[in-house]
């Protein structure tokens, strides 16, 4: 499935992320059911890595709890072809060295095998990226870009121009974590000069936390991506407990009101 029919016009599309296997399988399993039931458009499956450039600290602790629990890319694999059939198009979010280690052409046919719709490589730079979006493209998985506020506006255009599905809109600088609010005009600003250049669809993440937050992009970005406040929120629980508090979170946060 293409990852660009998930946005509908007027509608802000609810992209959330978790780690595969933080703190165990089975609480992913859960959350990913419970995310489903939620109205997710899209789910965003980090795989663990032990040295994440773009994580910011609830991330990171997320995958190394999943790395002490011996979580590896094969095992997010056979989650994702396991549950493909019950849940939204599913998008990878991973690390280039994890890919150049399992082979480019493996992965893709891997991640095709499984059901991926999207991969997310945040540490492949866009001069560096055509192999991988032409292994991954080759299968039909949607390869999103990351456009950050201080990209100046000629490579954003590039930028976007080589994105596959949406275009990822980095919401503020630094890494990814719910501490620091988005400055909302800033970040308008920076939809609108996208808007100029592409037709794709945006979607905002980095910081996203609250209902106020995501309110300020309503009718403005195409999608919004929710990961390290949906983290916090389940941190410390297991399997239904687990999938609770995420229930509460995202009722809270009313993306799709």
Do not use: C, W
């Not at 040295?51 to 609830?58: K, V």
């Not at 399992?102 to 095709?112: I, M, N, S």
């Amino acid at each position: 499935m293409a990852l660009e029919s998930i946005f509908k016009p007027g509608r802000l599309a609810f992209i959330p992320y978790l780690m595969a296997g933080d703190p165990d399988l089975e609480t992913t399993r859960a959350i990913l059911a419970t995310l489903a039931r939620h109205g997710a458009d899209a789910i965003e499956l980090g795989i663990p890595y032990g040295d994440p450039l773009a994580d910011g600290p609830a991330i990171a602790a997320a995958g190394a709890r999943a790395l002490a629990n011996g979580i590896t890319l094969q095992k997010v694999l056979a989650l994702v072809s396991e549950m493909r059939a019950s849940l939204p198009p599913l998008i990878l979010f991973t690390y280039y060295n994890l890919v150049y280690q399992f082979g480019l052409q493996q992965f893709a046919r891997a991640a095709a095998g499984a059901g991926a719709a999207g991969v997310i490589v945040p540490d492949v730079s866009l001069e560096e990226i055509e192999p991988l979006r032409l292994a991954l493209g080759a299968h039909t998985i949607d390869v999103p870009l990351l456009v950050a506020p201080s990209t100046p506006p000629d490579r954003a255009a590039r930028i976007a121009g080589q994105s596959g599905g949406f275009v990822y809109v980095v919401s503020r600088l630094g890494v990814t974590g719910a501490g620091t609010a988005p400055d909302t005009k800033l970040l308008r600003a920076q939809i609108a000069a996208l808007r100029a250049a592409t037709k794709k669809p945006l979607a905002v993440g980095f910081g996203m936390s609250t209902r106020a937050q995501v309110d300020a992009v309503r009718g403005v970005a195409d999608g919004v991506i929710v990961g390290s406040a949906l983290i916090d929120a389940y941190t410390g629980a297991r399997g239904e407990d687990a999938a609770r508090r995420v229930s509460a979170f995202v009722d809270a946060l009313a993306v799709s009101d």
